[in-house]
């Protein structure tokens, strides 16, 4: 098979928050054999390179001088074993998609990830989650390809070393040696749905729902997340903007003092997570435009290009938030968000 490389590729159709810039060189890869072939090819070694799989976690703030390696391999499969299923997915099958398979053969255990943007590839390398889940509480294994020596690898859950919204392909010194090709979930055939997190009671009992499936759970965590977040496709965004932050009990309890309708979530008996929104709002954020860029109007967690913003002006716009939070609350914001 003859890889095609595009030079001088335009990214932004590339990127959910469809800021401006361009790729010095682009290639589509569909197989783990595209990856060897690309490796043999002298590729990884001769130029900077950059993985992209939906494009719904990177802000690009310039050009990239490299090639761009768009990970789009197909395909879905599953086996049962008891009351159990392995779901395993190529990388590049969008995450809902993958969602929605399972919903509709009844394998439990994703349906409150329902609508996160981007690709299945990516889902493991954030540590996805949401309405109470991540994605480390399903993750089986994933295939691994090391750009390094070009062979493949299994990766465990413990050899992946999850996190809050991180995992060992995030660590400084592993970033670009690895490219994930397909992942493998463990799922239920029994399910036990987790309806304690955020407005899913309330979305629930409004639609007269007292003992929900997981299609329900699906379709409920949808519709929280299209009221709350704006689509890429009219308002380019790549979703939550920042993690919350994770805070010590002694920090916590300095906050709510001051603001005793503080939101947040317990971790462990040492530690509390705050809601990043919550405290962005409080600073006079929510829905504020500067220039062509701003926050969302319902969700002060989610930055937006709402009129052809570059990526610096989103990426100027998260440091003055990081600024004025840190002045009023003492917690420095850390981005969820790929800067590139």
């Known amino acids: 098979m003859a890889l095609t490389i595009e030079n001088d590729f335009q990214l932004q159709d590339y990127n959910t928050f469809g800021v401006a810039a361009s790729a010095s060189a682009y290639i589509g890869i569909d197989s783990e054999s595209a990856l060897h072939e690309l490796y043999d090819s002298g590729a990884f070694s001769q130029r900077p390179f950059l993985i992209l799989g939906g494009g719904s976690n990177i802000l690009f703030t310039q050009d990239f001088d490299g090639l761009i390696v768009h990970m789009h391999i197909p395909g879905i499969s599953h086996a049962v074993q008891g009351d159990q299923v392995v779901v395993t997915a190529g990388a590049g099958v969008v995450w ?14 994703i349906e409150n990830l329902a609508l996160i943007p981007g ?8 540590n996805i989650g949401a309405y109470g889940t991540e994605l480390m509480d399903v993750f089986h294994e994933c295939r691994v390809f090391n750009t390094q020596n070009g062979e493949v690898s299994t990766f465990d859950k413990a050899a992946c070393a999850f996190s809050y919204r991180d995992s060992i392909f995030k660590q400084p010194a592993q970033r670009g040696k690895h490219i994930i090709t397909e992942v493998s979930l ?9 309806t ?3 407005a899913i009671q309330s979305e629930l009992a409004a639609r007269g729902i007292a003992k929900p499936t997981i299609q329900d759970m699906a379709e409920v965590v949808s519709a929280i997340r299209v009221s709350k977040l704006p689509d890429p496709s009219t308002i380019g965004n790549s979703g939550s903007f920042f993690k919350n932050p994770i805070v010590s009990v002694q920090d916590f309890e300095r906050i709510k003092e001051r603001y005793p309708d503080l939101v947040s979530f317990p971790v462990d008996s040492e530690k509390i997570k705050i809601a990043a929104g919550w405290m962005i709002e409080r600073c006079g954020w929510k829905g504020k435009q500067v220039g062509g860029t701003g926050t969302w109007k319902n969700q002060a ?26 002045q009023r609350f003492g917690v420095t914001l850390e981005r969820e968000v790929n800067i590139i």
């Open 196 to 198: 304690s997190y955020g």
């Open 186 to 194: 463990k799922l239920s055939l029994v399910a036990r749905v987790n």
């Open 119 to 126: 690709s299945v590839g990516a889902a493991p390398i954030q």
């Open 301 to 326: 967690l989610v930055l937006v290009n709402y009129k052809n913003a570059s990526g610096s002006e989103v990426y100027k716009l998260s440091e003055k938030i990081i600024e004025d939070v840190k």
């Open 96 to 109: 809902n998609d993958l969602v929605w398979y399972c919903v509709r053969h009844g394998f439990a255990g």
